[in-house]
């Protein structure tokens, strides 16, 4: 029945943060501008959001501002801009082994509450009070992103970046990435109806190698959201550009006058 233009994509550790940052709304996080809006003239906006580390990871591994690596946290944030975006498609993002790659996950797995590894603030496990409390034990959530698509277009761009597809019985791991994982391949089943008001065709996670350069996975990024926009265009209609590039006028009028 109908789906916006708005594409939501989150990140954790650098390089995730870093390489979203020009997708940011927020000015103190992005003082360049937002470049999200009418994305290369392709009728959607691109919203990212993400946690900051002052002193660094090893000082601050939990982070500030949005996404903090914290399940509750994350719980929170997540129903909250979802709800406020209603995203025709989600990417969630986190830093991943060793190396430069870029690793789709493909599916993610509910665990039991007592089986996630503790994070930085107590609460340090998933409580009962949290939506994902409700879905079964081992519940698996298969990623919608075109993931082959993805993993041939970065790795054709000779970037430095390893793309593939992770398969294994590992899933995400049973940390904060992989909890994220879920909530963005779940986001895109509950609302991949045609009769959805607010249909979302698309969500996964994407592991990112720790040493991957932030120039590269920048570049991947965009590749990512390019495939992720053709995928899209498939099976819904296509925004129109003019409609959505008067509304990104409208909107920068109305900052303007503030």
Not at 44 to 59: L, N, Q, R
Not at 77 to 89: C, M, S, T
Not at 210 to 231: F, K, Y
Request: aromatic share 10%; with cysteine; glycine share 8%.
């Amino acid at each position: 029945m109908g789906q916006t233009n708005k594409i939501m994509i989150t990140g954790y550790w650098p390089p995730t943060n870093e390489m979203i940052r020009p997708f940011s709304q927020n000015i103190a996080q992005n003082p360049s501008g937002w470049q999200g809006g009418n994305w290369e003239g392709r009728g959607y906006d691109i919203h990212s959001y993400f946690p900051e580390f002052p002193g660094g990871v090893d000082v601050n591994p939990r982070g500030t501002g949005d996404f903090q690596v914290d399940y509750q946290r994350a719980s929170s944030d997540f129903w909250r801009l979802v709800d406020e975006l209603k995203p025709v498609a989600i990417i969630t993002f986190s830093r991943g082994s060793f190396g430069s790659n870029w690793e789709l996950e493909s599916r993610a797995r509910k665990l039991p509450l007592s089986q996630w590894s503790p994070d930085y603030l107590a609460p340090t496990r998933p409580t009962s009070d949290l939506p994902i409390a409700n879905e079964p034990n081992n519940f698996i959530r298969n990623s919608s992103l075109p993931m082959a698509n993805i993993r041939d277009a970065v790795n054709a761009a000779n970037l430095g970046v390893s793309a593939f597809i992770d398969t294994s019985n590992s899933f995400g791991g049973n940390f904060v990435s992989e909890f994220t994982s879920y909530h963005s391949a779940w986001y895109a089943n509950l609302h991949a109806s045609p009769d959805d008001p607010f249909r979302c065709v698309a969500g996964g996670h994407i592991h990112v190698g720790i040493h991957t350069p932030v120039a590269s996975a920048i570049t991947s990024t965009q590749i990512t959201l390019r495939e992720l926009i053709t995928h899209v265009n498939t099976i819904v209609p296509a925004p129109s550009t003019a409609a959505v590039g008067l509304g990104a006028l409208a909107i920068a009028s109305l900052r303007r006058r503030r």
